[in-house]
């Protein structure tokens, strides 16, 4: 069965700082991988999708990077956190029709100080 | 920007009642419609995919059904339990060039009281 594992679910990092969470899927092969991103009172916003090995496509302006070394391995970075970045991030898999639902990782709750 | 929109905001339902809420998206760019149910603690768990004009699916004592022309679903549960507790999110894949992106609603807040 698959299984999607994403990392840290908690982390408090200071403004200016880098990141790096990163999400790994298990017992598929070539998955549509995304991240989203829920800000406070807000919903899911799509903020990185990638069909394949080093294809991203970014969805929305901001000072946030995604990459995807392996075929089962997305990672989200920055350079320097902002205040604005906090919030709650997901780490989602679908088997690449757009019949297939997400199935998304716990989550990481980000705050930015 | 597509905009899809879930009414209500929020709902408190007494353990036993039906209840049923909508999500509204453009009725011009239309692939499937997801549903999520997002329990506290939880991720979203994928309750539905649906892609024809329609459509009805159900699961247990949630159902849901779908008009592409006038764009919008609805999901009813019936008989509603306190693990019935949970934001419900609606999604839209729009195909074309979107195919494979979900673009989700803000969700209804549905809390059930024993």
């Known amino acids: 069965s698959q299984t999607i594992h994403q990392w840290p679910a908690t982390l408090v990092q200071p403004v200016g700082s880098p990141l790096s969470l990163e999400c790994t899927v298990e017992g598929t092969s070539n998955p549509n991988l995304y991240w989203y991103r829920q800000a406070a009172g807000r919903g899911l916003q799509l903020l990185f999708y990638s069909v394949g090995i080093g294809q991203i496509s970014s969805e929305v302006p901001q000072n946030l990077s995604a990459s995807r070394p392996q075929d089962r391995q997305f990672i989200l970075s920055s350079k320097k956190l902002l205040l604005s970045d906090s919030g709650f991030y997901l780490c989602a898999w679908s088997a690449g029709t757009g019949n297939s639902p997400l199935h998304f990782g716990n989550g990481t709750r980000l705050t930015v100080t | ?114």
């Open chain 2, 1 to 114: 920007i597509l905009n899809v929109e879930q009414s209500p905001q929020s709902l408190h339902v007494q353990e036993g009642d039906s209840t049923n809420f909508t999500c509204s998206f453009p009725s011009s760019n239309f692939y499937a419609l997801h549903w999520y149910r997002w329990e506290t603690a939880k991720s979203p768990e994928a309750l539905f995919v649906m892609t024809l004009n329609g459509d009805e699916k159900k699961k247990g004592r949630i159902s849901a059904t779908l008009n592409t022309k006038e764009g919008y679903s609805y999901l009813y549960i019936k008989g509603s339990q306190p693990e019935d507790s949970a934001t419900y999110l609606c999604a839209l894949n729009a195909g074309g060039t979107s195919y494979g992106k979900l673009t989700f609603g803000q969700g209804t807040i549905l809390t059930v009281h024993p």
